[in-house]
């Protein structure tokens, strides 16, 4: 047992000594003059887009939802999704009968308001010209009295009580006129009119009036709101009630949206927001639009940053481009689909562009691995290339190329692909595939 223990450490370190030769074969091949297979990329200079990518929704640039204005039961729903209405459609009826109830009842209070007051300044003006009458007939006799008491004729009880008459007359009448006049809106020393040739603005004007008039309006206007109507034109896409239910003010109804104007909302994260700016151009591409790709420019862009799960997104809204759409009337933007959009936020022309598998970045220095010329051949009488680890400085970036802004030059040709196994001063070949 001990001998056969021992015969099976002989064998594992024989074979992590065959592990260890064979990955540094496979590593160091210029050691053993071994080269390997590699992909290869001449850079070389072209156009460079970069390119901000973010998902979202479709969205109306016109959405209105129709709430109930007041309380009642649901009598009819004229339309349906997908009605096309105009301004001022019929959209929902609500019962009106107690509405309708109430506006006889204001017009009733409001007639007998009028009528009270009416009745009112003919009292009024009766009691103006019995006072009148009253404060003559005292002045006469106080004038009469008052000649008696001087020849001695009358009492002095009889001469005083003709004046305390004539001024409690005075009284009288003016309190009868003050009255007057502030039923008829006048200045309380005015000389009140007696025809009743004003009575119909007064009555008009008095506070009782008008406030029996706001209570009739305030009922027919609850009348007319039984009758809910689209404020715009659109497509109905949405009815919340059904006939029979019963609904309270401020309760959510119909929804209509201008399925002809619509708009991309896409959530950007923050770090590439600052990249964004009004009128950048875009494509867009959607689930429900198989094979159309559209174009649009960005139209506003949120204030704010919300977040998101556990990202933090900024709203760009992109404007679309319908005349660019081929038989754009056959197309429907669906409300809410989903949607993906790539905004193009610059352009660089003869930019020096290698592949995004052509470059590491290890501890934030960024290298590729250039390739030169060992001047040999593999047995199989391709050309073998020295690899030389070069740093390098990169600008934008697209799905596919990176712009190389210092350290290369056109025609270099580097390592691209998997750059896992590469090291600096190995041997490679360039693959044919």
Known sequence: MKRRRVLYVIGAILVLIAAVVILNFTLKGSKYDTAIPVRGFVASKGKLEDRVSGNGTFTPRSSVTVVAQVSGEVKTIPVDENS??????????????????????????LDSTRRSIQQSLVTLRAQ???????????????????????????????????SDALASAKVGWQSAREQLDLRCDLPLDAEPPLD???????????????????????????????????PAAGTVTKVMPSVGDMVAPNTPLVRVEDLGDMLAEIQIDEVDIGKIHVGQPAEITSDSLIGLTLH??????????????????????????????????????????????????????D????????????????????????GRKSPAGQDIYLVTRRDVTIGASDV?????????????????????????????????D
């Open 128 to 162: 103006y010209r019995s006072a009148v009458s009253t404060l003559s007939d005292a002045q006469r006799t106080f004038d009469k009295n008052k000649e008696l008491f001087a020849s001695k004729s009358i009492s002095e009880e009889v001469y005083q009580h003709s």
């Open 196 to 230: 009743g040739s004003r009575d119909a603005q007064v009555i008009e004007a008095s506070p009782e009036v008008e406030q029996a008039l706001l209570s009739l309006r305030s009922a027919q206007d609850s009348v007319t709101r039984c009758t809910i109507v689209s």
């Open 296 to 349: 649009g420019a960005v139209e506003t862009i949120a204030p704010t940053i919300t977040s998101l799960g556990s990202t933090r997104v900024s709203l760009v809204d992109l404007r679309i481009d319908r005349r660019a759409i081929p038989n754009s009337a056959s197309v429907t933007l669906r409300s809410g689909a989903s949607c993906t959009a790539r905004i193009t936020t610059s352009i660089t022309q």
């Open 400 to 432: 596919n190329n990176v712009e190389v802004t210092k350290g290369l030059a056109v025609g270099d040709t580097i390592v691209a692909g998997n750059l896992k196994l590469i090291r600096d001063g190995i041997l490679v070949t360039l693959r044919q």
């Open 84 to 109: 096309v209405v105009q301004d001022g459609t019929v959209l929902v009826t609500l019962r009106d009968d107690d509405y309708a109830l109430s506006v006889q009842k204001m017009k009733a209070s």
């Open 351 to 374: 930019a020096l562009l290698i592949p995004l598998s052509g470059f590491v970045t290890e501890e934030n220095v960024t290298s590729v691995f250039l390739l030169t010329p060992a």
